[in-house]
């Protein structure tokens, strides 16, 4: 149709601009009110393509490109976060120091031996390498669930232990990003929130503190940026997220469940 296509290198430099103008817009927008970014969020896939010991990016090649558009495919799986950090560093127009964190999700994960975290700070470790960039901190999403079966739900806190182990060894600010919990019984069943008994939820509320706890004694007080607690109530059944599921520390009716005592628990010491 008479169109000529990019090289990679002027999709680069095209993606870049767009990249640049749109970090800049935010950054005018929030005026420097806002001091805390999720720079990139998830970043890291669950594949290692090429065998190196480490989970790639997410690509085209590894994710739903049909679905998604991947920047590492176009700026480079090195430079993509690079620029994204450092474009906004350049654009930041506060006062109080920037801080900007890598989030993800799974990083809690036992089933692989918390290999997708370990894959996070390497490519931290790679982005950073050029000696500018500087990443301060990581963000664990952590949409966990309490599971009936003893086994899984022992090899579940060991890989959070681990996981909270190995954020402290980085140095990086650690921050629980997007709190929630379910529960699945024994069977492997997830329980709608009808369907979860009281002692259910006393065993919900005692994960809730393990995780709290464990944050707030492995993870150095000048590393703690803080703990979001992703949903305020339960799920509703037309909910997009996690539906009829008692992810909530209320009820939809704003009664405090036990899961809210231990988390005022946790955070006093208590």
């Given at each position: 149709?008479?169109?000529?296509p990019q090289t990679p290198e002027e999709k680069k430099d ?64 090195e430079d993509y976060v690079r620029i994204v950090v450092n474009k906004a560093r ?181």
């Open positions: 149709g008479g169109n000529t095209t993606l870049t601009k767009a990249m640049d103008q749109w970090i800049k817009g935010m950054m005018v927008a929030t005026k420097g009110l806002v001091v805390a970014w999720d720079a990139v969020n998830e970043a890291i896939s669950g594949v290692d393509g090429d065998g190196d010991g480490w989970y790639d990016l997410q690509s085209a090649e590894n994710g739903d490109p049909s679905a998604n558009f991947y920047w590492q495919d176009y700026l480079g799986a350049e654009h930041y127009a506060g006062t109080a120091p920037l801080k900007l964190f890598i989030n993800d999700y799974n990083l809690e994960s036992d089933w692989d031996d918390n290999k997708k975290l370990k894959s996070l700070i390497h490519w931290i470790e790679v982005w950073e390498a050029d000696g500018v960039t500087n990443i301060d901190g990581i963000g664990t999403q952590m949409h966990v669930s309490f599971h009936g079966n003893a086994e899984t739900q022992a090899a579940q806190e060991a890989a959070i232990i681990n996981m909270f182990e190995l954020m402290a060894e980085t140095g990086k600010l650690v921050k629980i990003s997007e709190l929630d919990m379910g529960y699945v019984d024994a069977s492997g069943t997830t329980l709608t929130t009808g369907q979860v008994t009281e002692e259910q939820q006393k065993q919900m509320a005692g994960f809730c503190k393990f995780i709290i706890s464990n944050y707030l004694n492995i993870i150095p007080e000048a590393q703690q940026y803080g703990i979001t607690q992703w949903c305020l109530t339960d799920a509703p059944k037309t909910s997009g997220w996690r539906a009829d599921e008692p992810v909530g520390i209320w009820t939809q009716g704003y009664q405090r469940k036990h899961i809210y005592a231990s988390f005022a628990e946790a955070l006093a010491g208590e």
